[in-house]
């Protein structure tokens, strides 16, 4: 208890307190920076676009592709089904609305139907390959 | 160890060489883009096999876009290309400067060859008219997608 009546010590237990809270700020700012860098939508939009090219580039007629996307389920600002579009040889992937989204090209020839469902409370992007 | 020596300047300036570091590593990390021309590069080379080789029979394909459901649009745009050989024929589509991007990028560090597509070449074995011939299938991507 020395420490409080001591105004020397009570200088140092201030800056003490000072310096944590200083310190916690800061690397929580960095983590709050980190994970939202991490869970951005730009990131979410090239990784499902990738992975639907990939998927339907080797899918032949008659399979069911299912993605789950409910991970991004929060970030979806645009109707679902709009937000997604599988034609011409292209994937666009645009979950923002007024934003531009991410595209690639795949090189198969079949005809691509999307619907989303929703299982056991998991967001699903479904496509449906047709000849 | 001070008040005055742990809300120095010093401390503050060390917190910002953090914050620069993490700030770069995660943007660096991030900004990179997940390369798929592998995969599609090989992805096509299945597609090609099972078009051109049926229960280890060669099947004479007349139009490969067709018989294989290639897009020939995206094919003529540039993106992949591919060259399926075999006896002393050979049937090819897309970009033919493949060929040469795939060869010159064994030949150059990674760095200077990341615009250059990416390739896959694979043999098969398959029965023509009784006889065993090789079938020789060589696929190459060049997609990196995009902002639209």
């Given at each position: 208890?020395?420490?409080?009546?001591?105004?020397?010590?009570?200088?140092?237990?201030?800056?003490?307190?000072?310096?944590?809270?200083?310190n916690?700020?800061?690397?929580?700012?960095?983590?709050?920076?980190?994970?939202?860098?991490?869970?951005?939508?730009?990131?979410?939009?090239?990784?499902?676009?990738?992975?639907?090219?990939?998927?339907?580039?080797?899918?032949?007629?008659?399979?069911?592709?299912?993605?789950?996307?409910?991970?991004?389920?929060?970030?979806?600002?645009?109707?679902?089904?709009e937000?997604?579009?599988?034609?011409?040889?292209?994937v666009?992937?645009?979950?923002?609305?007024?934003?531009?989204?991410?595209?690639?090209?795949?090189?198969?020839?079949?005809?691509?139907?999307?619907?989303?469902?929703?299982?056991d409370?998991?967001?699903?992007?479904?496509?449906?390959?047709?000849? | 160890?001070?008040?005055?020596?742990?809300?120095?300047?010093?401390?503050?300036?060390?917190?910002?060489?953090?914050?620069?570091?993490?700030?770069?590593?995660?943007?660096?990390f991030?900004?990179?883009?997940?390369?798929?021309?592998?995969?599609?590069?090989?992805?096509?080379?299945?597609?090609?096999?099972?078009?051109?080789?049926?229960?280890?029979?060669?099947?004479?394909?007349?139009?490969?876009?067709?018989?294989?459901?290639?897009?020939?649009?995206?094919?003529?745009?540039?993106?992949?290309?591919?060259?399926?050989?075999?006896?002393?024929?050979s049937?090819?589509?897309?970009?033919?400067?493949?060929?040469?991007?795939c060869?010159?990028?064994?030949?150059?560090?990674?760095?200077?060859?990341?615009?250059?597509?990416?390739?896959?070449?694979?043999?098969?074995?398959?029965?023509?008219?009784?006889?065993?011939?090789?079938?020789?299938?060589?696929?190459?991507?060049?997609?990196r997608?995009?902002?639209?």
């Open positions: 208890m020395s420490l409080f009546n001591n105004k020397k010590g009570l200088d140092l237990m201030h800056s003490t307190i000072i310096f944590i809270v200083l916690l700020i800061f690397f929580l700012a960095m983590f709050a920076f980190v994970a939202r860098t991490g869970s951005n939508v730009a990131l979410y939009e090239q990784m499902y676009a990738k992975e639907i090219v990939l998927a339907i580039d080797q899918a032949r007629p008659g399979t069911t592709i299912s993605i789950n996307v409910e991970d991004s389920r929060g970030l979806f600002e645009k109707n679902l089904v937000g997604v579009k599988i034609s011409n040889g292209e666009k992937i645009s979950l923002k609305k007024g934003a531009k989204g991410y595209s690639v090209n795949y090189f198969s020839d079949y005809t691509f139907e999307r619907t989303f469902n929703e299982v409370g998991n967001l699903f992007l479904k496509i449906q390959v047709e000849e | 160890m001070s008040g005055e020596k742990v809300l120095s300047l010093w401390m503050f300036l060390v917190w910002g060489l953090i914050a620069l570091a993490i700030v770069l590593a995660v943007f660096i991030y900004g990179q883009e997940a390369d798929i021309k592998i995969l599609q590069s090989d992805i096509l080379i299945d597609r090609l096999a099972d078009c051109f080789i049926d229960q280890g029979q060669f099947v004479d394909v007349g139009n490969v876009f067709e018989d294989c459901n290639l897009n020939k649009e995206i094919f003529d745009k540039g993106n992949f290309y591919f060259k399926v050989s075999f006896l002393e024929d049937i090819s589509g897309g970009n033919k400067d493949f060929e040469i991007q060869g010159l990028r064994k030949t150059q560090d990674e760095k200077s060859s990341e615009n250059f597509a990416r390739c896959s070449q694979r043999s098969f074995i398959a029965l023509k008219d009784n006889q065993e011939i090789n079938v020789e299938i060589f696929a190459g991507s060049n997609v997608g995009g902002k639209f």
